[in-house]
């Protein structure tokens, strides 16, 4: 006892979250927006690839939104699977896969094959996302992992920004070897996740204990402080009706937060697929340069409110309320977006405050879903919470699709206005648990009258 205590005296909290910081979340950031861009690098793309291969609206829309099909399928398998062989090899092998798909798919030569493409995109892809969210659960305590989400998921903006600005440019000023440049849009974009991948099979540690820049009794530490959290989770799923993996989708908290994950995704797919069209929309006059670096400025505002939205979600524990906040946020710039279609200026700034709302409510949400779920709740749980969002990725863009068909792009931004909506409306009528230092889903007729406090409070 002499020696453990005198080793756990040693051992400074800051410093190891230090490195974690250093070491996990750049991997993290860099595989998430590597899919981000590939996700958004079709709506560069068609920009001049509707002339090539004579894809109009309709066909656009179902190609973004078929990418949805499998991916949804298959997210919980995925994450099946790397709670079993490990995160590094896993991961690895979704970057790479992925990355080898995107590159392929700049050398389709009809609708067809963008179709093909676009699903063997989703399979390779599939499970990154709550992949991700379940490794962040297995390196960050509850105090810091809402700052950790925050910064995995400030790597949309990031991906946003670069994708457009990198897009347009390929589009105006490479056209190498004699092929049309929206296929090097597909080809270059692909690259970067192969070489993430790369990395990460060779540096990334599937565990505290397994990494190499943690001491034995950092890392021993470390992994012990957070079973202890889940520990804590696992007792309470033992005297609650509702906390087993099973029953937690009984909850209607869960099931609230589902259909909020759902709504929320068509406002930000529908965003991230159709905003070159909008921008164009707004001045016919821009080149595909212009398009990418005036779609870059609402992803900057976007990731510099994220930061902001971040540390307030922490600092306050009112995640609900600050998720409902930016998903007004959101519904404001869809509609001001529809309203000033034929005016660039206010246009853009319509669309900043879109990106602001759309984007910022992802950290806080994925953390108010991660701290009312047990660590054997969240291996599925998230996998299936993260499924539904996407398959609004599905839903959204080809709604969208349908209704611009017969008129303009904008005019389709009432869907995800109308879901953004619903799901604001959603959210009001969520209580968080009575008992937040838990963590875990209780029972929601046990603790009815107990509902007092906000997501987030110890």
Not at 363 to 369: E, T, Y
Not at 375 to 393: D, Y
């Amino acid at each position: 006892m002499p020696a453990n205590d005198a080793a756990a005296s040693s051992i400074n909290h800051l410093r190891i979250i230090t490195k974690v910081k250093r070491s996990i979340l750049p991997v993290a950031f860099l595989l998430y927006m590597c899919s981000y861009m590939d996700r958004s690098t079709i709506g560069y793309a068609q920009l001049h690839m509707s002339e090539d291969l004579n894809i109009d609206i309709g066909a656009y829309s179902t190609a973004a939104s078929i990418f949805f099909v499998f991916y949804v399928v298959l997210e919980v398998p995925s994450n099946l699977v790397l709670s079993r062989v490990g995160a590094r090899l896993w991961l690895s092998r979704i970057a790479v896969s992925w990355g080898v798909v995107c590159v392929l798919t700049g050398f389709i030569w009809n609708t067809s094959g963008l179709y093909i493409s676009r699903i063997a995109l989703g399979i390779a892809e599939a499970g990154l996302f709550p992949g991700l969210l379940l490794y962040l659960s297995f390196w960050f305590l509850q105090e810091d992992r809402g700052r950790a989400l925050a910064a995995l998921v400030f790597a949309q903006p990031v991906a946003l920004i670069l994708g457009s600005a990198t897009g347009g440019l390929i589009l105006d000023h490479v056209d190498w070897f004699g092929l049309e440049s929206w296929r090097w849009v597909f080809i270059l974009q692909g690259l970067a996740p192969v070489l993430v991948g790369i990395y990460a099979l060779l540096f990334l540690a599937d565990r505290p204990t397994k990494a190499r820049w943690l001491t034995s009794a950092e890392g021993k530490w470390l992994e012990e402080r957070i079973s202890a959290e889940n520990a804590g989770l696992v007792a309470r799923e033992r005297g609650a009706k509702d906390g087993s993996t099973l029953q937690a989708f009984r909850s209607p908290r869960v099931i609230a937060l589902s259909a909020i994950a759902f709504l929320g995704s068509v406002g930000n797919y529908g965003m991230a697929f159709f905003l070159p069209q909008v921008v164009q929309q707004l001045d016919p006059g821009y080149s595909a340069t212009s398009i990418g670096l005036v779609g870059a400025i609402p992803y900057i505002c976007a990731g510099i409110a994220m930061l902001f939205v971040g540390r307030a979600s922490d600092r306050l524990k009112s995640r609900r309320g600050i998720v409902i906040v930016c998903l007004a946020i959101g519904v404001v710039g869809l509609v001001s977006t529809m309203v000033f279609r034929h005016m660039p200026l206010l246009g853009v700034t319509s669309l900043c405050i879109l990106a602001i709302g759309i984007v910022s409510y992802s950290p806080p949400m994925w953390a108010f879903v991660t701290e009312i779920l047990t660590e054997k709740q969240r291996v599925v749980v998230l996998a299936v919470m993260t499924s539904i969002a996407s398959f609004g990725g599905f839903a959204g863009p080809l709604l969208i699709g349908k209704i611009a068909a017969g008129s303009s792009v904008v005019s389709g931004l009432v869907v995800p206005a109308i879901c953004l909506s619903v799901a604001i409306l959603l959210l009001a009528l969520v209580r968080p648990p009575a008992n937040t230092e838990s963590k875990g889903i209780v029972s929601d007729v046990t603790h009815n009258d107990n509902v007092r406090r906000v997501a987030g409070e110890r």
